[in-house]
């Protein structure tokens, strides 16, 4: 079952990712990343992830956000090369990764569907600076890539070293915007504080 408005999926026990139908596969390279996560605890940012059958290897995660026909830049090859790590743990489940390679696996499932814009809720919560600069520099291959990247981040660092421009919204209506280059600028403080 695939519900939308509970943003889950249920599995039967035995399935692998494998069984399900492309168009499931499809809707969930669709979604935001918060969505499924190869454990029930992962952390992607602000929202606890949850796949509801955690059996699922890390392969098997990946190959949910498959877009049918595989046509597009971003295969299981592509991800492998830019996550070297989880090629080495494809046959492991989920449950054996740390949270830095769970976020991987939500990243490269979220390609794998080869979107053209990439959705980040606050990718940098949780982690330490070492793996937020693993993450600018995976973020900007991606764009690179050609993939547009849209990040929802209070870490401001890694908002101006991964995008081009910024959006500073407050209780749901913009108030400023600009170049990303120039968030810290007099100009933008204002409207930072807020």
């Not at 035995?14 to 139908?21: I, K, V």
């Not at 498959?66 to 989880?86: D, N, Q, R, S």
């Not at 547009?148 to 995008?163: D, M, N, Q, S, Y």
Request: glycine content about 8%; aromatic content about 4%; some cysteine.
């Amino acid at each position: 079952m695939i519900s939308s408005a509970r943003r889950l999926i249920t599995l039967p026990a035995t399935a692998s990712a494998r069984d399900l139908p492309s168009c499931c596969r499809a809707w969930a390279a669709c979604v935001q990343q918060d969505l499924f996560a190869p454990t029930g605890t992962t952390d992607f940012g602000s929202q606890i992830s949850q796949l509801s059958k955690p059996h699922l290897t890390v392969e098997e995660n990946l190959l949910l956000g498959a877009a049918p026909g595989g046509k597009g830049h971003w295969t299981l090859e592509t991800v492998y090369a830019l996550f070297p790590i989880l090629r080495e743990r494809r046959e492991r489940m989920g449950t054996a990764l740390s949270g830095g390679q769970q976020q991987m696996v939500a990243v490269g499932r979220a390609m794998l569907g080869n979107p053209h814009v990439l959705p980040l809720d606050e990718p940098s919560e949780n982690l330490s600076p070492i793996l937020i600069d693993d993450l600018v520099t995976i973020f900007n291959k991606i764009r690179d890539a050609g993939t547009g990247i849209v990040v929802v981040e209070r870490h401001l660092t890694l908002a101006r070293r991964v995008t081009q421009r910024f959006v500073v919204m407050a209780k749901g209506e913009s108030i400023d915007r600009g170049r990303s280059e120039d968030i810290d600028s007099a100009q933008h403080r204002a409207a930072l504080a807020l």
